[in-house]
């Protein structure tokens, strides 16, 4: 019997080897030694139908609990949002999703077109010139951009905010490595979690490549100084860094225009599942200035007219920066990329609209906003711990209550709400603290059920 | 717009190989060879270069010279040509080369095809510098220089490729002999100059986008690594050639030679254009090394324009203190290396596999051969 | 043979299908959003926007822009796409389907780990069968891509020689073949790259080897079979060269496909594993993404791994993400890796077992074998290197004697495939043969469509030498011709302003 996705039959094969002079199937193996021939089967599951196949795992991820199941107020750098049906739906059409990179452009229009696409509207969002057609995540993204910093002024500092996403910073330390750049962190006030400009101008001297901050912050506040950190980066001839949740961009300024130099940020929620966690969507962008555009990493998708000179097309450009041409001299290693996620990223914000993107924007705000103040109210609950105006994400503090985060969230977990995510391993000066995240997904009465459940907690 | 090809045909190139002599240059060495029986050899070549050209099916305007120097070779080859310019048929010399290169590059050729051997391409340049491309159409029995295609009928197919589709260019050493080293018994080249010279990569289209961009930013590149490596209180001495002149660049060297050899110390010029007895009393009792690049046609690292770097003075300096510097650009071009330094036992030493630096922190081991 | 094929083309004046910046209309929505509540925002001024120049489209006008986008594309679902190195190979539909579950995609990584036992199960699973698959012990599944894989396994291999107090293994070697994501991720991570020549038979030439090896080599990267399809039948010797100076033995796991169940890189002497989940596990490339690139590791580099790690608890029968590892990486991406990508590539295992992973290598050899042999001997395409034994999963002809006779090369050949309706081969890959056709048909391609292929490449030959302009013009069948790739990156117009712009 043959196989679904094998469609020569082992006596199909049989013919084919005999067609070209070859006596069994072992004989195209002959140039493995028999030393390292395997000889036992494999151990592994399987092989299974269909059937059992979706049995078997159906099984398995019946043990999660998915947060259309648990009321989850999760985000930290995966955030959950309403994806459009027909979103998913034409993303998985098979021209696209079984594509691959567009090595023979002619051939592969819908994909190149797509990203085209993508990428003119990350441009507009993040008020850049350039962007690049997907990395790999946030985290990698920051890793590039730092790397890219010192190519462009040839200085070896990075700084970045001591309130950073840790898991960026711990894959920025592992970028950066490489050619040894330093990474210095720059501290906050501690009522407004603000970013201290006065240490980053100590601090910044001829010898700092790029200025780096998170705006909304890891801790869901916004940096409102922005434009004096880029005016102070700039002055000491450093790049000025920006690293965003796109979503709020269709709410809040463009980093372009408060002197942004890269923008970088984590485009999942733009029509991509939480997926525990993956796949997600690097935004990479920058500034048109020819000494950025040619250091940026990536695939980069560009206009142009077939030799009749007139019509359009589109295919990848600048190759020369990439690893396929050369080689050990390019700007990055990165080849396979989350282009699909990108693909998506464009469906999603063609739907969406200016209109939808600042309403969406605004809804989540509101209902963040609505949250903190419900929460406030409950006694010994600090919400939020920072003193500034936040997007949809905010830090939840317990000490008063004489409870920990993890205690606390495991009595939510009793009322199938999910709390937020524990922050005192990652800032133990901020004691029992969690970072809450609110989309358009929570209703009204889900967050009086949060509000509720954590007053009969606290209490 | 229809392309123009200029062609000079040194009728007199490629005599003396036959009969054993080592060129024709000068009229007491043709005279030799005329009086042993020598016939030319340069004609025929220019013919078969031609006819593959015309085979392309190209239309392009050819302009060339009288009689042997260019106009007998189109008519055999069935091609019309535009003839300019004045000789003497039968008293043929290197001035009338000369003038010839440097009226085509008044005339705007696009190309120069020169049938020659290494002293034919050597007058080319000279008159006209790396000012128009040319590609030369081998004839000689010296034929040390980058700047010739493997055969006549490659030529011609480079030729209308390049004038027809366009190719990169690629910056070749043109060598001739060493008149001196000559009369002393030994042969061996000098680094005339270079010519800019059309080429057929392997990708086309990814090198097409300005292959002269990649030799530059390579050669930057290595010059980059080069200056992270160098030691204080050691002499460096820099053979001929673009990459380690980019490496004197680098270290803000303005003046260093193309075609001689320098020494530098502590980022500064030691002394320029230096020869072998000059090189040896500045590195006597001092660490020194050597900075190479493959030379001409063949990739030699010694033996082909910097015989200044003597086997007394790779022997001082030590092997292990030799480093050799080449583009990949200029590696595809000459994949296997040579060397003559002139000392069988010491040329053994860097038989088989060396390693060459290729741009920054970057090297690949490359073989060197008989 | 005819080229009957024709894609489909949404013409309009001077282009195909309009931007999606031309479409649309003000007012126009493509969304519905449930009822806001009215909060104070609390948001400065200084930071709100205040215009946002996107299209506004109806839900029925983005479905139909893209679904015309879809239109003029090509992948696996559409035929035969030969991509060498890419493993192109059928995506099997149930394993969408799994990932797109609930349970599998509105997960949150930092659920409490009783409520995602689901997640960490199926990622402990997987990681064992890619052990056994590979011969390695451990396999870490963040990376996200093959060449994020490769820079992970050289900072492991950088970890693993600091730990030993070995801080001069400053160099990487590379073969010349190698895939280009190799040298760069290697240069990534501070590394001197050293490259090796390949010898006459096409596998790395050992003397150059034993040259090149020293006290600093950290590592050699190496692809088996190598980018020529030819198997490196002097592993073992490779491996003690290597292991001889105290260097490791990184596997580039591009060409898994060609060796799947027939032998183990683990088994070959190989330190570091890393694995293409979008090539040999078959989860869709997605026009270039999301893919996956797992790293294996013996057990000397396990406490090098990245955090977290998924392990299980014996005594409490649940899976947990061990953060507990002092000599970690740290992190190399956010989270645990691409999940949804992941979730396929089980299920994918689960569907062949052992028996059918070996098929497919035996399918993968015999489709490619097939073609050389069927090739060969066509006047126009040679085989540059070693034609005496079989090669694996995949092929390269060089067509640089049809170049020499027509003037026509790889890559119109290429461009003229298209119009029969053929996704092209890689061309002018790997560097060391000219006219580089990469063929690797997989164990997908049914044999009449192979026998189709070979059929189209002997006609193109002809048809280069009877009539090179139409092949110099090809294709015409796709919906666009030719492109102008030397303009595109001339200037470069990377958005709709510059266009806009440019056109002004």
């Known amino acids: ?327 050990e001299r390019a700007t990055s290693s990165i080849c396979s990329n989350e282009a699909l996620c990108g693909v998506a990223a464009a469906i999603y914000l063609a739907s969406l609209g200016p209109r939808g993107l600042r309403e969406l924007g605004e809804a989540c705000a509101a209902s963040a906003n609505y949250a903190m103040r419900k929460l406030r109210a409950i006694k010994d609950l600090k919400v939020p711990i920072f003193d500034a105006p936040h997007f949809n994400e905010f830090t939840l503090n317990c000490d008063d209550v004489g409870m920990s985060v993890a205690k606390l969230n495991a009595e939510l977990l009793k009322r199938d709400i999910h709390g937020g995510k524990p922050l005192r391993g990652e800032f133990p000066e901020l004691g029992e603290t969690s970072l809450m995240c609110v989309t358009e997904l929570h209703t009204k009465e889900d967050i009086d059920r949060l509000a509720s459940a954590l007053a009969e907690i606290a209490g | 717009m229809r392309k123009k090809l200029g062609l000079i045909v040194n009728p007199i190139a490629g005599m003396g190989g036959r009969v054993g002599l080592k060129g024709t240059d000068g009229p007491d060495t043709l005279a030799k060879a005329l009086k042993l029986g020598a016939k030319p050899v340069s004609p025929a070549r220019a013919v078969e270069a031609l006819r593959a050209i015309k085979r392309s099916g190209l239309k392009f305007d050819l302009v060339t010279y009288p009689h042997e120097m260019g106009k007998d070779e189109a008519r055999e080859a069935g091609l019309k040509a535009r003839v300019i310019g004045e000789i003497v048929s039968g008293r043929t010399s290197a001035e009338d080369t000369k003038r010839a290169a ?269 | 043979m005819m080229a009957n094929y024709r894609q489909a083309r949404w013409a309009g004046d001077a282009l195909l299908e309009p931007l999606i910046f031309e479409l649309g209309k003000p007012g126009r929505v493509g969304y519905t959003l449930p009822p806001k509540l009215h909060e104070q925002l609390r948001i400065p001024k200084n930071l709100l926007r205040e215009k946002l120049e996107i299209p506004e489209l109806s839900e029925v006008e983005v479905v139909r822009h893209y679904t015309r986008l879809s239109q003029m594309n090509y992948g696996v679902d559409s035929g035969i796409y030969p991509l060498g190195s890419c493993t192109m190979k059928y995506n099997p539909k149930v394993c969408e389907e799994l990932a797109s579950l609930e349970e599998a995609a509105y997960i949150h990584p930092y659920q409490i780990e009783d409520t995602a036992q689901g997640a960490l199960e199926l990622m402990y699973r997987l990681e064992r069968c890619l052990a056994e698959v590979a011969g390695v012990d451990r396999v870490c599944l963040h990376p996200s891509a093959g060449a994020h894989g490769e820079f992970v396994a050289m900072l492991l291999t950088r970890a693993y020689h600091k730990f030993k107090g070995d801080g001069n293994r400053t160099q990487v070697i590379v073969p010349d073949s190698a895939h280009g994501t190799n040298p760069a991720s290697a240069s990534m991570a501070g590394y001197e790259v050293v490259t090796v020549p390949s010898d006459a038979r096409g596998r790395v030439d050992l003397k150059a080897l034993e040259t090149a090896v020293s006290e600093r080599t950290a590592a050699l990267m190496l692809t088996n079979p190598n980018t020529l399809g030819l198997f490196e039948d002097e592993i073992l010797k490779i491996a003690e060269i290597v292991h001889g100076v105290g260097g490791l033995l990184f596997y580039d796991g591009a060409n898994l496909n060609g060796i799947l169940g027939k032998a183990r890189p683990g088994d070959m002497g190989f330190d570091i594993v890393h694995f293409n989940i979008h090539k040999t596990f078959a989860t869709p490339h997605g026009g270039g993404g999301p893919g996956a690139g797992p790293v294996g590791v013996k057990g000397k580099l396990e406490k090098f791994l990245p955090v977290p790690v998924v392990e299980f608890d014996e005594k409490r029968k649940r899976y947990y993400l061990d953060y507990d590892r002092p000599h970690s990486i740290g992190k190399v991406k956010a989270f645990y890796g691409n999940f949804g990508v992941l979730v396929k590539a089980y299920a994918y295992i689960l569907l062949m077992g052992a028996e059918g992973l070996a098929e497919v290598s035996e399918a993968a050899v015999l489709n490619a074998n097939y073609i050389m042999r069927k090739l060969s001997g066509t006047k126009g395409y040679e085989l540059k290197f070693d034609s005496s034994g079989p090669c694996k999963h995949e092929v390269v002809f060089s067509v640089e004697p049809l170049k020499r006779e027509t003037g026509i090369g790889a890559k119109d050949v290429a461009k003229r495939l298209l119009d029969y309706g053929m996704h092209a081969p890689t061309y002018y890959f790997p560097p060391i043969v000219p006219e580089a056709l990469m063929i690797e048909p997989t164990e997908s391609e049914p044999r009449e469509e192979l026998d189709r292929f070979v059929g189209a490449l002997k006609v193109i030959a002809d048809e280069a030498r009877r009539s090179p302009d139409k092949l110099r013009s090809a294709p015409t069948a796709t919906a666009v011709g030719r492109l102008d790739e030397v303009k595109a990156s001339r200037e470069p117009i990377l958005r709709w302003k510059m266009y806009h712009k440019h056109r002004a």
């Open chain 2, 102 to 370: 440097r009226e085509m590059l008044a005339e705007g050729v696009d190309l120069l095809l020169i049938a020659g051997g290494d002293g034919t391409m050597a007058d080319v340049i000279e008159a006209i510098g790396m000012r128009a491309p040319v590609l030369g159409i081998p004839c000689g029995v010296k034929l040390h220089s980058a700047a010739f295609a493997n055969t006549p009928e490659a030529a011609g197919d480079v030729a209308a490729r390049f004038l027809r589709d366009g190719l990169p260019l690629r910056e070749a050493e043109v060598m001739d002999i060493d008149e001196e080293a000559y009369r002393e018994g030994r042969l061996s080249a000098k680094l005339k100059g270079h010519a800019r010279v059309p080429y057929e990569p392997t990708m086309v289209q990814a090198t097409k986008e300005g292959s002269a961009g990649f030799e530059l930013a390579d050669q930057k590149a290595i010059a980059r690594w080069v200056l992270e490596l160098m030691e204080r209180g050691r002499i460096y001495v820099l053979g001929p050639g673009t990459t380690t002149r980019a490496v004197a660049e680098e270290l803000g060297i303005r003046d260093s030679t193309l075609l001689g050899v320098d020494l530098v110390l502590d980022h500064k010029l030691l002394a320029r254009d230096v020869n072998e007895r000059q090189i040896l009393e500045a590195i006597e009792g001092k660490p020194a090394a050597i900075i190479v690049s493959p030379i001409g046609r063949q990739g030699f690292i010694f033996g082909r324009g910097n015989q200044q770097i003597s086997p007394g003075v790779i022997r001082k300096v030590g092997k292990e203190n030799v480093l050799v510097v080449a583009t990949p650009h200029k590696l595809g071009l000459t994949p296997i290396l040579k060397v003559d330094t002139g000392d069988a036992v010491l040329d053994d030493k860097f038989r088989g596999y060396i390693r060459v630096m290729t741009g920054y922190r970057q090297m690949r081991m490359v073989m060197v051969s008989q």
């Open chain 1, 1 to 327: 019997m043959g196989h679904p996705y094998i469609p020569n039959t082992r006596e199909v094969r049989g013919q084919m080897l005999k067609e070209i002079g070859v006596a069994s199937v072992d004989e195209l193996f002959t140039d493995i030694s028999a030393k390292i021939r395997l000889r036992h089967k494999l151990k592994l599951p399987g092989p299974m139908s269909e059937l059992e196949v979706k049995r078997h795992v159906r099984a398995i991820l019946a043990r999660n609990r998915p947060f259309t199941q648990i009321l989850s107020f999760l985000g930290g750098g995966v955030w959950p949002h309403h994806i459009p049906a027909h979103v998913r739906e034409l993303v998985r059409r098979s021209e696209f999703l079984t594509s691959y990179t567009p090595y023979q452009p002619e051939a592969s229009q819908g994909m190149l077109q797509a990203l085209f696409e993508y990428q003119s509207m990350i441009c507009e969002l993040t008020g850049m010139d350039a962007a690049n057609a997907s990395m790999y995540d946030w985290a990698t993204s920051l890793g590039e951009a730092a790397l890219m910093c010192a190519r462009v002024t040839g200085r070896r500092k990075f700084i970045v905010p001591a309130l950073i996403n840790p898991e960026r910073f711990s894959t920025l330390q592992n970028y950066v490595s490489g050619p040894g750049l330093e990474l210095i962190k720059i501290g906050y006030d501690s009522r407004t979690g603000q970013l201290d400009v006065s240490q980053l101008r100590k601090e910044l001297g001829q010898d700092v490549a790029g200025v780096y901050v998170e705006n909304p912050s890891y801790l869901g506040f916004l940096e409102t100084h922005v434009d004096k950190v880029a005016k102070a980066a700039h002055e000491a001839g450093a790049l000025f860094v920006v690293g965003v949740n796109p979503i709020s961009l269709g709410l809040l300024r463009a980093p372009g225009d408060y002197g942004a130099d890269i923008v970088i940020g984590e485009g999942q929620p733009l029509g991509n599942p939480v997926s525990f966690g993956g796949p997600l969507l690097g935004i990479f962008a920058c500034r048109d200035e020819v000494k950025l555009v040619r250091q940026m990493p990536g695939r980069l998708i560009g206009m142009t007219t077939a030799l009749d000179g007139r019509t359009r097309g589109y295919v990848m450009v600048l190759q020369t920066r990439e690893q396929h041409i050369r080689r």
